[in-house]
């Protein structure tokens, strides 16, 4: 999803403390693998012991997008950040219907039984966010805890889609990225026009290439709403784990209205942290931040059970 502009906060915003956050070298970031999901593999990179931790990221990124949280939270969890399918390593089946919700979220789930847990910590940025939202209404009992990083839930975006000119407006890219001709017009360079890191754009630009530019449309044509947009009529399942969000307010595809009433779907806590200097790829825009608040969250979190 890509783009948002300002934003009220919710319930509570975490004061952050000083922790230091110094990412590591590509290949020294953990150990890389692969979980079987149905026919599909799922590429991995894993670090550190302990509690379960998923990292899933969304569009145009690849697993290398936590190399600036991984380092920190390995110290405390296992983390396993993963390509999505369509993406780098990860297989890349061609149909659509291969990129359902239901599919994304089976994936999330291999990789939990891949390391024989129970449940685990899900963390998602963006499509990623998309999909851990949905892993969490769908897997209760499997998702311990949600970190969510600019992306609104499900039923707040289709309220907009369907009630907020300005998000019409900033969702014209997903339109587009619907249309049959949409992939034919990407290219691995220019989907890093985000990235200023120079040695990352390298990386990137390799991961891009090793990618399905189709596949990675198939997110969009199978799961993003359409036109005519209609209000959601129906109540989600609500999400009974304690719920963190990140929002970079300078996104410009994703409104800050769509992040209002998220309380309405939860069924515990939600912290609401809102950065008025970062845009959508707030964990890289605003690394050490994000690293300190998810790190702090989950450490106080765990502490009082």
């Known amino acids: 999803m890509i783009r948002i502009s300002r934003c009220h906060s919710a319930f509570a915003i975490v004061a952050c403390v000083a922790l230091s956050t110094i990412p590591a070298a590509a290949d020294e970031l953990g150990e890389h693998g692969?979980?079987?999901?149905?026919?599909?593999?799922i590429h991995y990179v894993t670090a550190g012991e302990g509690p379960l931790l998923v990292m899933i990221h969304g569009f145009p990124d690849y697993w290398y997008t936590w190399r600036k949280q991984m380092p920190?939270?390995?110290?405390h969890f296992k983390v396993v950040a993963i390509d999505q399918r369509g993406y780098n390593k990860s297989d890349q089946p061609?149909?659509?219907?291969?990129?359902?919700?239901?599919?994304?979220?089976?994936?999330?789930?291999a990789v939990i039984r891949h390391f024989e847990r129970d449940k685990a910590v899900i963390v998602g940025h963006d499509w990623g966010g998309a999909v851990a939202w949905s892993f969490a209404m769908?897997?209760?009992e499997m998702t311990d805890r949600l970190v969510i990083l600019n992306m609104p839930h499900l039923h707040g975006l289709q309220r907009?889609?369907?009630?907020?000119?300005?998000?019409?407006?900033?969702s014209a890219y997903a339109r587009f990225f619907q249309q049959p001709v949409a992939a034919s017009t990407l290219k691995a360079e220019g989907l890093t026009f985000w990235v200023n890191d120079e040695h990352a754009k390298e990386k990137y630009v390799a991961a891009f290439k090793r990618s399905s530019f189709e596949c990675m449309l198939n997110y969009y044509k199978a799961n993003y709403p359409r036109e005519p947009?209609?209000?959601?009529?129906?109540?989600?399942p609500k999400?009974?784990?304690?719920?963190?969000?990140?929002?970079?307010?300078?996104?410009?595809?994703?409104?800050?209205?769509?992040?209002?009433?998220?309380?309405?779907?939860?069924?515990?806590?939600l912290t609401l942290v809102t950065l008025p200097t970062a845009g959508h790829f707030v964990q890289q825009d605003a690394a050490q931040t994000v690293t300190r608040t998810i790190s702090n969250w989950l450490t106080v979190r765990k502490s009082a059970e």
């Open 160 to 170: 907009e889609l369907a009630n907020n000119p300005d998000q019409q407006k900033a």
């Open 94 to 109: 061609e149909g659509v219907e291969d990129y359902a919700m239901a599919k994304l979220v089976s994936d999330v789930q």
């Open 229 to 236: 947009y209609q209000a959601p009529n129906d109540d989600p």
């Open 138 to 140: 769908a897997f209760p």
């Open 239 to 269: 999400v009974k784990c304690p719920v963190l969000m990140i929002h970079g307010l300078k996104d410009t595809a994703l409104l800050p209205g769509a992040l209002n009433d998220t309380w309405l779907w939860l069924e515990k806590d």
């Open 72 to 75: 920190t939270l390995a110290k």
């Open 34 to 41: 692969f979980a079987k999901s149905g026919d599909v593999k």
